[in-house]
Structure formats: structure tokens, C-alpha cells
């Protein structure tokens, strides 16, 4: 048996900036003052990409200071919204192709 791929999306930049927050330092003393005490590197992972592990107490903290729900941060790809159709899966890039060094003219 094949085992089944789940896909997810992460909202918080888009939640972030629902709150007028667009930079990722507005974030880090509003999860210092609810006891994440991140540093700012973290932080700005945090908001700026996917996270692949994320702890239960800074899920909720992002909750609280968003005044959302989990479901609202994490968005589990293929399963229908309430109401919308399943989002396309994401278009595969191109791989790249190796280069190849020709010598040119005048070389030995």
C-alpha cells in the first residue's frame, strides 16, 4: 500500500497582515508577552515560511494574538472549504538543466 501525501497551506503572513501586521518584528514581542520567547530568525521563519514542526503553545499563542482558530492558520490542501472547491494542486517546476563548459576559441 502507497502511503497517502497530505499537503498544507500556512496563513499566517495573510492573518498577520488582516491585523495590520506586515512586518515579522510586530509579531515577536506579542508572543514574548504570552511566554515564546523566540528569537528573531525563528520568528521570521515562522512567518515567512511553511513550518514542518510547530508546538502546540505557539500554535496557540498565534491564535490568541490573531483572534483565529487553528483551522484558519492551517489549511489542509485538497480538503474542501465549506462553501469553495478544492484548490488546484501547485504547478511542478521545471527541474533544471546541467551546464555544459565548451571551451571557446584561443583556449588550450
Same mark, same amino acid.
Given at each position: 500500500m502507497m502511503a497517502r501525501k497530505?499537503?498544507? /497551506?500556512?496563513?499566517? /503572513? /495573510?492573518?498577520?497582515? =488582516?491585523?495590520d501586521m506586515y512586518a515579522t518584528t510586530d509579531l515577536r514581542p506579542l508572543l514574548a508577552e504570552r511566554g515564546m520567547m523566540l528569537s528573531r530568525a525563528h520568528v521570521y521563519r515562522l512567518v515567512t515560511? #511553511?513550518?514542518? /514542526?510547530?508546538?502546540?503553545? #505557539?500554535?496557540?499563542a498565534l491564535c490568541d494574538i490573531l483572534g483565529c482558530?487553528?483551522? =484558519?492558520?492551517i489549511e489542509v490542501a485538497g480538503k474542501p472549504a465549506a462553501g469553495k472547491p478544492a484548490p488546484s494542486p501547485p504547478a511542478q517546476r521545471p527541474r533544471p538543466v546541467r551546464a555544459r563548459v565548451v571551451p571557446g576559441p584561443g583556449a588550450r
Open positions: 497530505i499537503g498544507y /497551506r500556512w496563513h499566517l /503572513r /495573510r492573518l498577520m497582515a =488582516d491585523k515560511k #511553511t513550518p514542518e /514542526r510547530l508546538s502546540l503553545v #505557539t500554535l496557540a482558530q487553528p483551522g =484558519d492558520l
